[in-house]
């Protein structure tokens, strides 16, 4: 088994030849990524049994097993993701800015490759296809360090397409899956300040913190999701429910999934009369204030740690709130930056949520279920990045590249 550093050292070398690699050979290697996916459907599916088994036999939560398991439906979903990172325009050697100086100096601006692109995330074997083919696109090399819960996938996943890659002659260390799925590679990975560019952690909030805490390597803090729908008191009842059911229960585990639900004092009444029977059907637990309490019949009373979980799961915090100023305050002071939604008929409230919520997705009317890649025209996505710097929100081609400065003169010099 290599350890953790001499494959790092691998993608390091293979990262000069990856960076000058044109679009059509960039595509020629997706497509051949895919269709290996494809022909080792049954081995991917194998080797992911065997994790679902042990994950079964620890008591992994219901909703944790959907985000483990592969079948041929999601294995197919990966090839498609692979092409359609092919099909994106190539963001390399893009031009940014160009302009002539006085001197005679031609400067110009262009997007390059950042690397060497390592990944720690959780139990998502999906991110190992969708993290490599991003990478592979932009130009990257990918150290990618999955969750032991899905070792077997992961490993099985990078020696399908990894295997693809060598058959058309790329070096080994463009798509490397750590091995080692214990707590220890994820530290080593953090102190490769020689070998890795940027360190992306993607999971739940324990595993965000303590990459961001502990890693020397450059982070780029992604996927961390308290997000909140604010139901305002003139959003349309039945508008409201769709909504919340969505962004809550069609797929609780993610991070775009909806933590918390804030009624506005006027309609909560009307709002839950019509939420109720939705929640109670999908079988959503309700924690609660006092003032929601008094209106949910087997709500649970919440917490203060409640207003501040990403349950991944059908648990929904609830709360009343006078209005939108208090709704804003409120998100300012718990949310995570990844996405928050109002529902409301109100164009002046619209306008204000959009401007004064500071999160990487802001919605009017919509289910913030579509802080997704793939759903914004970017393909499959690396992660959704909560921060400013450098990238911001879902995380496409251009959030893996950098720009360096290139300069074409005839002998000048600097007086």
Same mark, same amino acid.
């Given at each position: $088994?290599?350890?953790? @550093? =001499?494959? *790092? !050292?691998?993608?390091?070398? +293979? /990262?000069? #030849?990856?960076?000058?690699?044109? &679009?059509?050979?960039?595509?020629?290697?997706?497509?051949? $990524?895919?269709?290996? @996916? =494809?022909? *080792? !459907?049954?081995?991917?599916? +194998? /080797?992911? #049994?065997?994790?679902?088994?042990? &994950?079964?036999?620890?008591?992994?939560?219901?909703?944790?097993?959907?985000?483990?398991?592969?079948?041929?439906?999601?294995?197919?979903?990966? /090839?498609?993701?692979?092409?359609?990172?092919? &099909?994106?325009?190539?963001?390399?050697?893009?031009?940014?800015?160009?302009?002539?100086?006085?001197?005679?100096?031609?400067?110009?601006?262009?997007?390059?490759?950042?690397?060497?692109?390592?990944?720690?995330?959780?139990?998502?074997?999906?991110?190992?296809?969708?993290?490599?083919?991003?990478?592979?696109?932009?130009?990257?090399?990918?150290?990618?360090?999955?969750?032991?819960?899905?070792?077997?996938?992961?490993?099985?996943?990078?020696?399908?397409?990894?295997?693809?890659?060598?058959?058309?002659?790329?070096?080994?260390?463009?798509?490397?899956?750590?091995?080692?799925?214990?707590?220890?590679?994820?530290?080593?990975?953090?102190?490769?300040?020689?070998?890795?560019?940027?360190?992306?952690?993607?999971?739940?909030?324990?595993?965000?913190?303590?990459?961001?805490?502990?890693?020397?390597?450059?982070?780029?803090?992604?996927?961390?999701?308290?997000?909140?729908?604010?139901?305002?008191?003139?959003?349309?009842?039945?508008?409201?429910?769709?909504?919340?059911?969505?962004?809550?229960?069609?797929?609780?585990?993610?991070?775009?999934?909806?933590?918390?639900?804030?009624?506005?004092?006027?309609?909560?009444?009307?709002?839950?009369?019509?939420?109720?029977?939705?929640?109670?059907?999908?079988?959503?637990?309700?924690?609660?204030?006092?003032?929601?309490?008094?209106?949910?019949?087997?709500?649970?009373?919440?917490?203060?740690?409640?207003?501040?979980?990403?349950?991944?799961?059908?648990?929904?915090?609830?709360?009343?709130?006078?209005?939108?100023?208090?709704?804003?305050?409120?998100?300012?002071?718990?949310?995570?930056?990844?996405?928050?939604?109002?529902?409301?008929?109100?164009?002046?409230?619209?306008?204000?949520?959009?401007?004064?919520?500071?999160?990487?997705?802001?919605?009017?009317?919509?289910?913030?279920?579509?802080?997704?890649?793939?759903?914004?025209?970017?393909?499959?996505?690396?992660?959704?990045?909560?921060?400013?710097?450098?990238?911001?929100?879902?995380?496409?081609?251009?959030?893996?590249?950098?720009?360096?400065?290139?300069?074409?003169?005839?002998?000048?010099?600097?007086?």
């Amino acid at each position: $088994m290599k350890t953790v @550093l =001499e494959q *790092a !050292a691998l993608c390091k070398a +293979a /990262a000069p #030849a990856l960076a000058g690699l044109s &679009a059509g050979e960039k595509n020629a290697a997706l497509e051949a $990524m895919a269709a290996a @996916l =494809e022909a *080792a !459907a049954q081995e991917i599916l +194998a /080797a992911n #049994a065997q994790d679902l088994s042990a &994950a079964r036999a620890a008591g992994t939560r219901p909703a944790l097993l959907d985000r483990l398991a592969l079948d041929e439906g999601r294995i197919g979903a990966m /090839a498609r993701g692979i092409r359609q990172v092919a &099909a994106l325009p190539d963001p390399i050697g893009q031009v940014v800015r160009g302009n002539t100086l006085p001197n005679g100096l031609q400067v110009t601006q262009a997007r390059v490759p950042l690397g060497v692109v390592g990944i720690i995330y959780e139990a998502r074997p999906n991110v190992t296809a969708d993290a490599a083919a991003l990478c592979l696109k932009s130009g990257n090399a990918a150290l990618l360090r999955g969750g032991k819960e899905a070792r077997n996938s992961n490993l099985c996943l990078g020696q399908v397409m990894g295997g693809a890659l060598e058959a058309l002659g790329l070096p080994a260390g463009a798509l490397q899956v750590v091995e080692d799925a214990g707590r220890e590679s994820a530290q080593a990975m953090m102190e490769l300040t020689d070998y890795l560019d940027v360190l992306i952690p993607r999971g739940g909030a324990g595993l965000i913190r303590a990459v961001s805490a502990g890693s020397r390597v450059p982070v780029i803090r992604t996927g961390e999701g308290v997000c909140h729908i604010y139901v305002d008191q003139s959003a349309q009842v039945e508008m409201a429910v769709r909504v919340l059911v969505n962004a809550k229960c069609s797929r609780p585990s993610v991070c775009n999934a909806a933590e918390c639900v804030l009624v506005h004092r006027a309609i909560a009444p009307a709002f839950w009369a019509a939420a109720l029977p939705a929640l109670a059907e999908r079988h959503v637990e309700l924690r609660c204030d006092p003032a929601t309490l008094a209106r949910v019949p087997g709500g649970v009373p919440a917490t203060e740690e409640d207003w501040d979980s990403e349950y991944g799961d059908y648990i929904l915090a609830c709360r009343e709130v006078g209005g939108l100023e208090e709704a804003l305050a409120f998100i300012a002071a718990h949310g995570s930056h990844h996405s928050e939604a109002i529902i409301t008929q109100d164009y002046a409230a619209a306008q204000t949520f959009l401007d004064q919520v500071d999160a990487a997705a802001v919605y009017v009317n919509a289910s913030t279920r579509f802080t997704d890649g793939g759903e914004f025209g970017l393909g499959c996505e690396i992660g959704i990045s909560t921060q400013k710097l450098h990238a911001r929100g879902p995380m496409g081609l251009e959030a893996l590249t950098t720009t360096k400065f290139l300069i074409r003169g005839q002998g000048q010099v600097r007086e």
